[in-house]
């Protein structure tokens, strides 16, 4: 059926191959009967669609919003053409000759190069061998594909006559026109489909509205059920960037959670305009305690003297002394007992002051009546500044209730997510950014009564490991696990020599699970 529009204009040329068309027409007629076959074929489709969907009471698919998520292809993944060498095909001409026939063996090129791009794909995805959850990942990448298909009209028709993902997938016969939907359908997904695709796995409850796509389930609603913490790995896996992957959150647990897997497993993403790596020292260990900071910028001076005009003859020159804090905004869980326990090490600390609220709905609490970021002093001479008591000046710049909102964490499509605790810690102390940080998580250090952040990094993970959902994959894991070996796993046949000339795109997603 997909093929049958360029089948019915190369029956017409074979036809009358040899002979003068005589006029133009005659291929007008050609190009119109094809568009009237598409034409056909898209109405055969489509019906058939509707009526697969109703027969599995599924036609909510057909009022999904396609637009309902910002596109874009974020994932990390190139798309490069994977160009080859193949020997023409041979045909028999009238004459009883062998010719090559160049649209058949450009044909046949580019229906292998899209079903090895497709496999090499998937390939990627998975997980080293080695991992408990190789076995799921698998899965996950089935649940992928089904959410490219059961959208696409032409390939959910398609997909009737297969059992499986894997099913399809290894079938060598089929046609350009398929191949290129099903990999367009595959790279084209969305982030907030991958997660789907991952909850679609991993639900408890198998519950609610779905429909059946090669042998597996594609559900209608997300189960909205805490994933454990190795579920976040299945999503770097499939999608390399950090600010993509926080607008599939829902909460700031899920952005402490997935943060901590990326930092744990020192997952390389891309950090586009939201980042979960700075270059200060203790930074990590900051938020891998569960403190999501806004940004955490370079260091302003902290202390200037400068010699002003007043502008105004009575007064002349003025000496003028900036006095700068330093800050951070950001959030923190309130289902976390040590988080609250931080905030209130926090407040005592005497280097620190402390604006919070808990909750879009909390009240805001102060550590002290003013909590400040700088403030000015003026004197008519330099050595007059000291006499100036700073308790008294005026010209103070303060934090004021709106700007935590600036420590609301950005989450599920881009945005605030304000049921958290959220702060801003003012450092009036000594030092600069970096010793800000290094404050912080002496503070946390404390919280988990541990020496230093050598120690806070191995309490924090502990518990992971432990309990699986962190994993460490030794040198020869990795060597062993390579794309090559899960290529064969997947198809039963190595991949062509001329897919791995390229190194650096043939290669697992992560070289942790």
């Known amino acids: 059926m997909y093929r049958s529009s360029s089948l019915l204009l190369r029956a017409f040329f074979r036809q009358r191959h040899g002979q003068d068309f005589g006029h133009k027409a005659f291929w007008e007629s050609l190009v119109k009967k094809r568009a009237e076959v598409e034409r056909f074929l898209y109405y055969v489709e489509t019906r058939a669609y509707q009526l697969i969907l109703q027969a599995q009471n599924a036609l909510w698919v057909l009022d999904r919003d396609p637009d309902a998520h ?90 009737q006559s297969y059992g499986s993902v894997m099913a399809l997938l290894s079938d060598d016969n089929l046609d350009l026109v398929t191949l290129e939907k099903i990999w367009n359908a595959v790279k084209t997904l969305c982030v907030h489909d991958i997660r789907d695709a991952v909850d679609d796995v991993l639900r408890a409850s198998g519950e609610g509205d779905y429909v059946m796509v090669l042998g597996g389930k594609v559900f209608k609603e997300a189960s909205g059920e805490e994933w454990p913490l190795h579920a976040w790995g299945h999503m770097m896996a499939i999608y390399h960037c950090y600010s993509c992957l926080r607008t599939t959150c ?52 902290r202390h200037s003297i400068v010699c002003t005009d007043s502008d105004s003859q009575s007064f002349g020159l003025m000496w003028e002394e900036t006095k700068r804090n330093l800050s951070l905004y950001g959030s923190l869980s309130l289902n976390d007992a040590k988080a609250q326990a931080f905030v209130n090490a926090c407040i005592r600390h005497p280097d620190l002051m402390v604006m919070l609220r808990k909750g879009a709905d909390g009240r805001v609490i102060r550590s002290r009546p003013v909590v400040w970021t700088s403030r000015k002093r003026h004197a008519r001479s330099r050595s007059a500044l000291a006499s100036v008591p700073w308790e008294k000046t005026r010209n103070i710049v303060r934090c004021e209730d709106d700007d935590l909102e600036e420590a609301q964490p950005s989450g599920w499509s881009h945005e605030k997510i304000a049921d958290c605790l959220m702060v801003v810690l003012v450092d009036g102390g000594e030092g600069n950014m970096g010793d800000f940080v290094r404050k912080l998580v002496e503070i946390w250090c404390q919280v988990y009564h541990v020496k230093d952040k050598k120690e806070l990094y191995s309490a924090l993970e502990t518990p992971f490991v432990e309990a699986g959902e962190l994993e460490q994959c030794t040198c020869d894991q990795h060597v062993t696990s390579n794309v090559i070996s899960a290529y064969e796993s997947l198809w039963g046949s190595p991949p062509p020599p001329w897919l791995v000339e390229n190194p650096n795109r043939f290669r697992l997603a992560t070289d942790s699970f």
């Open 70 to 159: 910002e596109p874009g292809d974020c994932s990390g993944y190139g798309d490069e053409s994977l160009g080859r060498d193949v020997s023409f095909h041979s045909i028999e001409s009238d004459r009883g000759a062998a010719i090559d026939d160049p649209l058949e063996a450009v044909l046949r090129e580019k229906s292998v190069e899209f079903l090895e791009k497709i496999r090499s794909r998937l390939a990627r995805y998975c997980a080293p061998s080695g991992s408990k959850y190789h076995d799921e990942r698998l899965e996950v990448i089935y649940a992928y594909v089904r959410r490219g298909i059961f959208t696409e009209p032409a390939l959910m028709f398609l997909s």
């Open 250 to 301: 829902k909460t700031v647990d899920e952005i402490i959670a997935m943060t901590r897997f990326a930092l744990f497993s020192e997952t390389t993403l891309s950090q586009s305009y939201m980042k979960y790596e700075y270059g200060f020292d203790g930074a990590k260990e900051l938020i891998l305690a569960g403190f999501i900071p806004s940004d955490i910028p370079l260091s302003s001076p």
